[in-house]
C-alpha cells in the first residue's frame, strides 16, 4: 500500500507543476477575455467583435505600459503607487515579494535588473546572491567604489531580501544563469536538476 502511494505522489510531483503552469497561463487569458469582452462590445459596432479580442487588446495594453513605464511623469506615478502600497500591512508583504519575484525578468532591454549569480561566504556557508549593481556612484564609497558591487540576497519563499555592498575579491562568480538561481532559492535549495544543485556548491 505504501508503495502504490508513493507511486501516486511521484505522479503528482511531476503533473503538478505542468499543470499549475497551464492552469495559470489559462486563467490570465480568459480573465483577461472576460474583463474585456464587455466594454470591447459596448464600444465597438455591432458584429466587429470576436473571441480572443480582449486578450489581443490586453496584451497590447501590457505592452503599451512597457513603452510608457521609460517616461518620466509615468515612472513618477508607478513609484508613487508602490509607495502606497508598501504602507499597508499584508498588502506591502505581498507585494514585496512579488516585486521581488519580477526582477529577474527582463527590464526593457536595458539588461536584467539582476545581472549576474555569485556565491558569497559568510563563515563556513555560503550564500547565493545577485549582482544588481557593477558601477556604484563614488559619492557612495569614494574610490573604494571601484572594487565594490550591490549583491541582493533574496530570502527563500520570497519573504524578503537584503542588498549588501561587498568588494568583489569576496565573491565567487557561478556559472548558474539568473533564472535557475531564482528558482532555486525560491524553493529553498530544493532542485530536481542535480548539474544545477552541484554548481551552486
Same mark, same amino acid.
Given at each position: 500500500?505504501?508503495?502504490?502511494?508513493?507511486?501516486?505522489?511521484? @505522479?503528482?510531483?511531476?503533473?503538478?507543476?505542468? =499543470?499549475?503552469?497551464?492552469?495559470?497561463?489559462?486563467?490570465?487569458?480568459?480573465?483577461?477575455?472576460?474583463?474585456?469582452?464587455?466594454?470591447?462590445?459596448?464600444?465597438? +459596432?455591432?458584429?466587429?467583435?470576436? +473571441?480572443?479580442? =480582449?486578450?489581443?487588446?490586453?496584451?497590447?495594453?501590457?505592452?503599451?505600459?512597457?513603452?510608457?513605464? !521609460?517616461?518620466? #511623469?509615468?515612472?513618477?506615478?508607478?513609484?508613487?503607487?508602490?509607495?502606497?502600497?508598501?504602507?499597508?500591512?499584508?498588502?506591502?508583504?505581498?507585494?514585496?515579494?512579488?516585486? !521581488?519575484?519580477?526582477?529577474?525578468?527582463?527590464?526593457?532591454?536595458?539588461?536584467?535588473?539582476?545581472?549576474?549569480? #555569485?556565491?558569497?561566504?559568510?563563515?563556513?556557508?555560503?550564500?547565493?546572491?545577485?549582482?544588481?549593481? !557593477?558601477?556604484?556612484?563614488?559619492?557612495?564609497?569614494?574610490?573604494?567604489?571601484?572594487?565594490?558591487?550591490?549583491?541582493?540576497?533574496?530570502?527563500?519563499?520570497?519573504?524578503? =531580501?537584503?542588498?549588501?555592498?561587498?568588494?568583489?575579491?569576496?565573491?565567487?562568480?557561478?556559472?548558474?544563469?539568473?533564472?535557475?538561481?531564482?528558482?532555486?532559492?525560491?524553493?529553498?535549495?530544493?532542485?530536481?536538476?542535480? @548539474?544545477?544543485?552541484?554548481?551552486?556548491?
Amino acid at each position: 500500500m505504501r508503495r502504490l502511494w508513493n507511486t501516486f505522489l511521484k @505522479g503528482v510531483a511531476a503533473i503538478l507543476p505542468v =499543470g499549475l503552469t497551464i492552469y495559470v497561463v489559462y486563467w490570465l487569458a480568459t480573465t483577461a477575455e472576460s474583463m474585456l469582452s464587455g466594454p470591447l462590445r459596448i464600444v465597438l +459596432p455591432r458584429g466587429h467583435y470576436w +473571441p480572443g479580442l =480582449g486578450l489581443l487588446v490586453a496584451f497590447l495594453f501590457v505592452l503599451l505600459v512597457g513603452v510608457l513605464v !521609460d517616461a518620466y #511623469v509615468v515612472r513618477r506615478l508607478f513609484r508613487f503607487g508602490e509607495s502606497l502600497l508598501a504602507r499597508i500591512p499584508i498588502v506591502k508583504t505581498i507585494f514585496g515579494a512579488l516585486k !521581488d519575484f519580477t526582477r529577474f525578468l527582463p527590464a526593457g532591454g536595458k539588461g536584467r535588473d539582476l545581472k549576474r549569480v #555569485v556565491l558569497w561566504r559568510f563563515g563556513s556557508a555560503r550564500m547565493v546572491g545577485f549582482v544588481t549593481e !557593477d558601477h556604484l556612484n563614488p559619492k557612495l564609497f569614494g574610490a573604494a567604489s571601484e572594487d565594490i558591487v550591490a549583491v541582493y540576497f533574496p530570502m527563500s519563499y520570497q519573504i524578503g =531580501g537584503y542588498t549588501l555592498y561587498l568588494h568583489k575579491s569576496e565573491l565567487e562568480e557561478t556559472q548558474l544563469s539568473v533564472e535557475e538561481a531564482m528558482r532555486m532559492v525560491l524553493i529553498g535549495g530544493v532542485t530536481s536538476q542535480p @548539474g544545477v544543485e552541484g554548481a551552486a556548491r
